[in-house]
């Protein structure tokens, strides 16, 4: 997936950043240029660090909603990236949800937490 990162200073992409960094989930190599990301600013990175910061520690995460193809905000992708659903997707989910219903349209989204014994949930085609 090609893609631009654009304002390198966005405020939703440093946040974005700190979490993967705060969450622990990169490995030493990608949390070291993470930091520096973070510390000197991604244009201060080097040619090759600030490849590695794309292709290994931001571009994995990326990803559309899956109900509607929207490409999520920096604040939303590490949502996308748990769920598949941008946070209006995913909130129409939970109102489907509370009354009982769901959307043909909208997925089938199940957690980690739910029951093992669950049937396998079998997604609305989209």
Do not use: H
């Not at 190599?29 to 292709?55: C, N």
């Not at 739910?114 to 049937?119: K, L, M, V």
Request: net charge negative; glycine share 8%.
């Amino acid at each position: 997936m090609a893609f631009d990162l654009g304002n390198t200073n966005d405020p939703g992409l440093m946040a974005f950043i700190s979490q993967l960094v705060e969450d622990s989930s990169l490995s030493p190599a990608e949390d070291e240029v993470a930091r520096a990301a973070l510390d000197q600013g991604i244009d201060a990175l080097s040619t090759e660090d600030r490849g590695r910061l794309e292709s290994s520690v931001i571009e994995p995460y990326l990803g559309d909603c899956e109900a509607c193809g929207t490409t999520p905000a920096w604040e939303q992708v590490l949502m996308v990236y748990d769920t598949g659903l941008c946070a209006t997707c995913f909130d129409k989910l939970e109102g489907a949800d509370t009354l009982g219903v769901r959307p043909e349209w909208m997925p089938l989204v199940t957690t980690p937490d739910e029951d093992e014994d669950a049937p396998e949930p079998v997604p609305a085609p989209l």
